[in-house]
C-alpha cells in the first residue's frame, strides 16, 4: 500500500511565523505535490516537485516555497505565515499509473 | 486555461437509490485520463475510478461507474445502491495540459439519507 503521511494533522501558529509542513512518501513516486483545499475552492495546486531539488510553480505559488533535498520527502514552507493562509494542506505523490495519492491532510490555522 | 466544472455543489440521495454526479471539461488533448476521487469527512482522499479517453468503454468500479461522453467533454458519476459510507466530497480531475498535474472541480457534497 502506498503511503503518504503529513507531519501534523492540526496546526496552529501566529502570524509572522515561519511554518513548515512536511510530507513523505514511501513509494519512490517521482513527483510530488502540494495543494491548498479551501471550501466552495476545490483544490488548488502551489507546487510540485518532479525530481530531487526540482520544482516548479502550481497556480497559488505566492507566499509559499518547498524544499525537495530527498525523494520521499518534500516540504512545503510559509516564510512569514499570513492569516490568508489559514486552509488544509494536502500531499500528494503520483503513481506510474497516473494516479495521485494523498495524504491525510494538515489544517492549519493562522491567528 | 483548462477547467472542470462541477454543477452541483450539493447533492443528497436515499440509501440504496442511485445518485449521478456531473462534471464537465475543457480541452484540446486527445488522450488523457479523466479521474474521480472521495474525500470522506476528515479522512483521506482516495482515487474512486480513471477512465481513459481513448477507451470507448465506459468504466466500472464496483457499484462507481462513470458516463463519459468524449465529444461533450462529459464525464459523470452514477452511485448504484448508494450506501452511507458513500457520503462524502467528490472530485473530478483532469490532468493538465497532458502533464502530470492535476485541475480539480470544486466539489460536489454528496449526502446519503437512511
Known amino acids: 500500500d502506498v503511503k503518504v503521511t503529513q507531519s501534523s494533522r492540526y496546526l496552529v501558529k501566529r502570524t509572522g511565523e515561519k511554518v513548515f509542513l512536511e510530507c513523505v512518501q514511501d513509494?519512490?513516486?517521482?513527483?510530488m505535490f502540494w495543494y491548498r483545499q479551501d471550501p466552495g475552492l476545490g483544490l488548488r495546486l502551489i507546487y510540485f516537485?518532479?525530481?530531487?531539488?526540482?520544482?516548479e510553480k502550481g497556480d497559488i505559488p505566492e507566499g509559499y516555497s518547498v524544499s525537495r533535498e530527498k525523494k520521499e520527502r518534500f516540504s512545503l514552507i510559509l516564510e512569514s505565515a499570513s492569516t490568508n493562509q489559514t486552509s488544509m494542506y494536502l500531499c500528494?505523490?503520483?503513481?506510474?499509473?497516473?494516479?495521485?495519492?494523498f495524504g491525510p491532510g494538515t489544517r492549519l490555522t493562522v491567528l | 486555461a483548462q477547467t472542470v466544472t462541477q454543477s452541483q455543489p450539493e447533492m443528497s440521495v436515499q440509501e440504496a437509490e442511485t445518485v449521478t454526479l456531473s462534471c464537465t471539461y475543457d480541452t484540446s488533448e486527445s488522450d488523457y485520463y479523466l479521474f474521480w476521487y472521495k474525500q470522506p469527512p476528515s479522512r483521506q482522499m482516495i482515487l474512486v475510478i480513471r477512465q481513459e479517453a481513448y477507451k470507448q468503454q465506459n468504466a466500472t468500479e464496483n457499484r462507481f461507474s462513470v458516463n463519459f461522453q468524449k465529444a461533450a467533454k462529459s464525464f459523470s458519476l452514477k452511485i448504484s445502491d448508494s450506501q452511507l459510507g458513500d457520503a462524502a466530497m467528490y472530485f473530478c480531475?483532469?490532468?493538465?495540459?497532458?502533464?502530470?498535474?492535476?485541475?480539480f472541480g470544486k466539489g460536489t457534497k454528496l449526502t446519503v439519507n437512511p
Open positions: 516537485s518532479y525530481d530531487v531539488k526540482m520544482k
Open positions: 513509494m519512490d513516486h517521482e513527483n
Open positions: 480531475a483532469y490532468p493538465q495540459g497532458g502533464s502530470e498535474k492535476l485541475v
Open positions: 500528494a505523490s503520483l503513481s506510474s499509473y497516473n494516479e495521485q495519492f
